[in-house]
């Protein structure tokens, strides 16, 4: 939320925004669930032109071991933006950007694991930022859930997460990069879908109450969005197809039949040609006398 001036007007003299979406409009997303192999869990989010990768292990034993909690299980999210991630290379590891957003990630997954089920234990969440365009701790919180889930690990609920804001005095959803950064206000929400809770509410920037609230109301519209498509690829990884009719391999096809053969015929046998004088067969008897 820079406040910085755009190079071009963000809103349309037709009420679009720069880059043809409706004010209350998304960029369009894609959740894939259990796309890496090793980790107990996965999520990759395209998000607009975000990718973000989410990674899970646990519930887990916790190192060092001071750290454990012998009531419950911690969640100990780590957010990373990579250094390729954005167009002016990112100095890498951690800054005090990403340190906040893992924080405020921990704590909101905190509240829907059930983590009075693994006392001493740490369920590790990775957020690795791909590619950076805006919204990347909402694309981050989404993913992450996914991928917990994709781990197995007992949650009250999914978490969808979006962040609205305002630009030239319009509220406008799901904010990019240009609006984010030359906007006025931006609206990160995380909400758990069933009850209603919020997990993530923050504000950086000036809303009137009006503003607020219609900001508001746009990240509620694309949280019910979000938190479809959040089941709908957790669906897909681990559909059963049933098949309609039982499946029966073809037969192997039979060689054609070839002349039959009675095995019990007896072949003539040719007659061995009659000895020669010498006793020897009639042709080498010939061949000895001509050489005489
Ligand atoms: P979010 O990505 O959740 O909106 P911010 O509002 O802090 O978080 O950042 C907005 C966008 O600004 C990021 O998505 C990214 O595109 C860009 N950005 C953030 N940090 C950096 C950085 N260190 N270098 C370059 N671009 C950055």
Aim: aromatic content about 6%.
């Amino acid at each position: 939320m820079g406040g910085t001036a755009s190079t071009h007007k963000l809103i349309r003299d037709d009420g679009k925004r720069y880059d043809g979406r409706a004010v209350d409009e998304l960029r369009p997303i894609t959740i894939q669930a259990g796309v890496l192999k090793r980790a107990d869990g996965s999520a990759y989010v395209t998000w607009g032109d975000n990718k973000v990768l989410a990674a899970v292990y646990g519930p887990r034993e916790v190192h060092p071991r001071h750290l454990q909690n012998p009531a419950r299980a911690i969640v100990q999210a780590r957010y990373n933006m990579a250094s390729f991630s954005v167009s002016e290379r990112k100095r890498p590891g951690p800054d005090r950007r990403s340190q906040e957003i893992s924080k405020i990630i921990s704590e909101a997954f905190e509240a829907v694991v059930f983590v009075e089920q693994f006392p001493r234990t740490t369920v590790d969440v990775f957020i690795e930022v791909l590619q950076a365009d805006a919204g990347t701790r909402c694309a981050g919180l989404t993913a992450a859930s996914v991928a917990l889930a994709d781990a197995g690990v007992p949650m009250r609920d999914l978490i969808p997460a979006c962040a609205s804001g305002k630009v030239e005095n319009t509220v406008v959803c799901d904010l990019n990069k240009e609006e984010d950064n030359c906007g006025e206000a931006d609206l990160p929400m995380a909400i758990i879908p069933r009850t209603g809770e919020f997990l993530l509410l923050q504000m950086d920037g000036h809303f009137t109450y009006d503003e607020l609230m219609q900001a508001m109301e746009y990240n509620i519209k694309a949280l019910n969005h979000i938190y479809q498509l959040q089941k709908e690829a957790l669906r897909k990884k681990y559909a059963t197809v049933q098949l309609e009719e039982p499946f029966v391999l073809p037969k192997r096809e039979e060689p054609a039949p070839g002349p039959e053969v009675d095995l019990n015929r007896e072949e003539p046998v040719e007659p061995p040609e009659a000895p020669g004088p010498t006793g020897a067969p009639a042709e080498m008897d010939r061949d000895s006398q001509g050489g005489a």
